[in-house]
């Protein structure tokens, strides 16, 4: 698992970023010239978004409302052990571990609580845009792109979520824009994803793809192989495939010197 703030990143890798996104803008602004229309799918968590200060507060409340119970954890936060989100990863025990929460009771009731609050409406503006993503958004959307928003949160995170993108400046629930959620949390985001492809497939070409997810990336390429396809260096599942040949390595969307 790589994580866009510590991942060594060189001019050439900078260079190389540059290149696709102003690539991906200038691919957008032909075809609107020629009345062409053209898609640009986003996923949001690790992609647009850090969500790790999301988890960050999550753990602190939790400690506060289970402080008796959960000593190790309180022990932790209490020595700033949340002041670096490095320590963050993909999925609340591998944060624990990096804490040194190892109770297996204390686990328990922290993996239980960190669901019940993490995958809901309430929490989901501490996320943080990544460096330069409401900008690049913004760039694609006024270049004549349609902008999809393909996410793993489920319908229920729907008011959440766009109010979250509202807030941070992107465009979103204008004409020119989609949002697209899971209708259930429990269905596979492969198989959303890939079902949600299709249809976009019947009313666009979709030139470029941003995902954070090696599976997700590499499924979309394959189905959309026309596209410029993009890999967020944030963070992933643990057990993900390896990223397929053809897809750009990106650590952000700031396009600079």
């Known amino acids: 698992m790589t994580d866009a703030l510590t991942t060594t990143w060189t001019q050439d890798d900078q260079q190389r970023q540059n290149t696709y996104l102003q690539r991906v803008i200038e691919r957008i602004q032909a075809k609107t010239a020629r009345q062409a229309s053209s898609l640009a799918i986003f996923d949001l968590d690790g992609t ?24 190790q954890l309180v022990k932790a936060i209490d020595s700033n052990a949340l002041q670096d989100l490095d320590i963050i990863k993909y999925g609340p025990m591998a944060t624990l571990d990096g804490m040194g929460v190892t109770d297996p009771r204390e686990r328990e009731i922290i993996s239980e609580q960190w669901a019940k609050r993490f995958f809901t409406d309430d929490y989901q503006h501490f996320d943080v845009p990544l460096p330069g ?11 004549g792109a349609t902008v999809i928003y393909l996410t793993g949160r489920d319908v229920n995170m729907l008011v959440g979520l766009t109010e979250t993108l509202r807030m941070c400046g992107f465009p979103v629930g204008v004409v020119g824009t989609m949002t697209m959620t899971k209708k259930d949390f429990d269905q596979d985001d492969g198989i959303f994803k890939e079902n949600v492809a299709a249809y976009l497939d019947r009313i666009g070409e979709v030139v470029a793809i941003f995902e954070n997810e090696p599976a997700n990336s590499n499924l979309l390429q394959k189905i959309f192989p026309g596209a410029v396809s993009m890999f967020l260096l944030t963070q992933h599942r643990q057990d993900a495939p390896q990223l397929a040949d053809g897809i750009v390595k990106i650590r952000d969307f700031r396009i600079r010197g």
């Open 48 to 71: 647009l978004f850090d969500n790790r200060p999301r988890t960050a507060y999550i753990l602190r409340q939790i400690a506060d409302q289970f402080e008796s119970e959960l000593p």
């Open 133 to 143: 993503a409401k900008n690049f958004v913004s760039q694609v959307y006024e270049a």
